[in-house]
Structures are given as structure tokens and as C-alpha cells.
């Protein structure tokens, strides 16, 4: 089983100042890597999948980058809407087993 | 747009089961898989089943493996998950959401429902 771990576990930051969060999977999984955000109380949204294409609607100043075993996700500028919950998730192999890393706190 | 409309959810004892439904709606063709996941209080995100879009391939997280069953209706498009000898652990809110390709399963989540939440306790 492949392993996710993301870190920092919370990260505070400004807003208008940029923050780039990390995933590390236990082996490698191609660029079979998604990101989520989720906010208090809110459903989870896909920002990012296949490593660094963006989701629809996700706006230019999210990226990401990373295949193999080390992955980013970094926002450029953050926004107070931002702020929140960041999960990396991977969906390599067959048959599918999905994880999670643990997410990043993204707080002010 | 696409809705995902998760029912079903509420207090129910260890040892006992319940039946949760996942009401899709908004797509063109309804030839997507669907997965479970679900969100223990304050904790992080957990896959928990996949359906392909025709109920041929299901797969399931080892954690609910023969305790879990999913299946689907795809004339109501509807999907359910079966839940046997719950525990104190499966106690959290479970998301329906929908795989992003049709026919294959690319194993992310691009559309989530709202969530229902499930809680086991005597």
C-alpha cells in the first residue's frame, strides 16, 4: 500500500504571501496525484489532478508539480478564501487502493 | 450541473447495519463510477468503495472489506452502500463522489456530495 504523507501539518501564512505545501508518496506513482481543498464545514474540491493540471475553475495562482515520490502544491498570493484544509491523494495502481495523505492546516 | 445527493445516514448501534444512497443527477451520460469516502470526526479523508459506472468492478478499503457492500441502480441512478457490523470507527460523515472519466475508473474525485453523516454508538 502506498503511503501519503504531506507536511508541513499547518502551515500560517499572510494573505498575499505564497505558500507551497509538500505530499511525499512511499513509492512511486507517476503523476497519478490529486490535491483537495476543503474548508470548516464544507465539502472537499478538487484542485489539482495528474500532478499539476488544474481542476476546472481553479483560479492560475494554485499549481502544482512532481511525479515519482515527491510532490508541491503552491499558491501564489493566497486569499482569504484559501484558507483551509489541503489533502494529497494518490490513484496509482490496479486495483485501485486510494489514499490520503493528512493534510496541511493552510491558517492566517 | 452535476449533483450528488447522499441520504440515509443517522444513529444506529455496533452490530447493526444501515443503507446509505447516493442520488446522481446533472449528467449527460450516466456512465461514470461512483466512490465512497467518508470523514471521521475532525480526521482526515478516507476511501472507502468504488463502483464502475455498469457494477461490474467494485472494489472496497481494506478497513470495511466484508462488512460493506456497494451496488447501484443506474435507471434511477442512484448508488447505495450496504453497511453490516458497524463500529464505534465507521462513525463519520461518507461523501458519494464521481471519477472523472467515463467507462474507466481514474480513481479522483471531481464532483462530491454533501455528505451524511453516520454515527455508531450504543
Known amino acids: 500500500e502506498v503511503v501519503m504523507t504531506q507536511s508541513p501539518a499547518s502551515l500560517s501564512v499572510s494573505p498575499g504571501e505564497g505558500a507551497t505545501l509538500s505530499c511525499r508518496a512511499s513509492?512511486?506513482?507517476?503523476?497519478?496525484l490529486a490535491w483537495y481543498q476543503q474548508k470548516p464545514g464544507q465539502t472537499p474540491r478538487l484542485i489539482v489532478y495528474g500532478a499539476s493540471s488544474r481542476a476546472a475553475g481553479i483560479p492560475v495562482r494554485f499549481s502544482g508539480r512532481g511525479s515519482g515520490t515527491e510532490f508541491t502544491l503552491s499558491i501564489r498570493s493566497l486569499q482569504s478564501e484559501d484558507f483551509g484544509v489541503y489533502y494529497c491523494?494518490?490513484?496509482?495502481?490496479?486495483?485501485?487502493?486510494?489514499?490520503f495523505g493528512g493534510g496541511t492546516k493552510v491558517e492566517i | 450541473q452535476v449533483q450528488l445527493v447522499e441520504s440515509g445516514g443517522g444513529v444506529v448501534q455496533p452490530g447493526r447495519s444501515l443503507r446509505l444512497s447516493c442520488a446522481a443527477s446533472?449528467?449527460?451520460?450516466?456512465?461514470?463510477?461512483l466512490h465512497w469516502l467518508r470523514q471521521a470526526p475532525g480526521k482526515g479523508l478516507e476511501w472507502v468503495a468504488v463502483i464502475s459506472y455498469d457494477g461490474s468492478k467494485i472494489f472496497y478499503a481494506d478497513s470495511v472489506k466484508g462488512r460493506f457492500t456497494v451496488s447501484r441502480d443506474n435507471p434511477k441512478h442512484t448508488i447505495y452502500l450496504e453497511m453490516n457490523s458497524l463500529r464505534s470507527e465507521d462513525t463519520a460523515v461518507y461523501y458519494c463522489?464521481?471519477?472523472?472519466?467515463?467507462?474507466?475508473?481514474?480513481?479522483?474525485?471531481?464532483?462530491w456530495g454533501q455528505g451524511t453523516l453516520v454515527t455508531v454508538s450504543s
Open positions: 463522489a464521481r471519477d472523472p472519466s467515463e467507462v474507466v475508473i481514474a480513481g479522483y474525485f471531481e464532483h
Open positions: 513509492q512511486s506513482i507517476g503523476t497519478n
Open positions: 446533472g449528467f449527460t451520460r450516466y456512465s461514470y463510477a
Open positions: 491523494q494518490q490513484y496509482d495502481g490496479w486495483p485501485p487502493v486510494l489514499n
